[in-house]
């Protein structure tokens, strides 16, 4: 059964960092691609960062610069290095992975239980 746990979330200062990490287990394969989204109260959830397997990354434009994806696929682990974090940065991050959780299912979507972020101006 695959499992996505987040971990590293908390509430920090505006300016301050965050690192998050997010532990898959249960995988056959490797993850084709990871990502992080958030929710914010009010909003519809987001995509933060996103990496594949090759390490192509790409980044929402509001933390671009302050945000770095990173993947180790021996651990199957997924990390979000958060710098000059914003008020605005504040909400749930989630941890996301399509995969195939069978030798010969489809891709599907896995999600973590979220971790809260709350930056304090």
């Known amino acids: 059964q695959v499992q996505l746990v987040e971990s590293g979330g908390g509430l920090v200062q505006a300016g301050g960092s965050l690192r998050l990490s997010c532990a898959a287990s249960?995988?056959?394969?490797?993850?084709?691609?990871m990502g992080w989204y958030r929710h914010a109260p009010g909003k519809q959830r987001e995509l933060v960062a996103g990496?594949?397997?090759?390490?192509?990354?790409n980044y929402a434009d509001s933390v671009k610069g302050r945000f770095t994806i990173s993947r180790d696929n021996a651990k199957n682990s997924l990390y979000l290095q958060m710098n000059s974090l914003k008020p605005e940065d504040t909400a749930v991050y989630y941890c996301?992975?399509?995969?195939?959780?069978?030798?010969?299912?489809?891709?599907?979507?896995?999600w973590g239980q979220g971790t809260q972020v709350t930056v304090s101006s």
């Open positions: 990496i594949t397997s090759s390490g192509v990354t």
């Open positions: 249960g995988l056959i394969f490797s993850p084709r691609a």
């Open positions: 996301n992975a399509e995969l195939r959780p069978a030798t010969y299912s489809p891709y599907m979507n896995y």
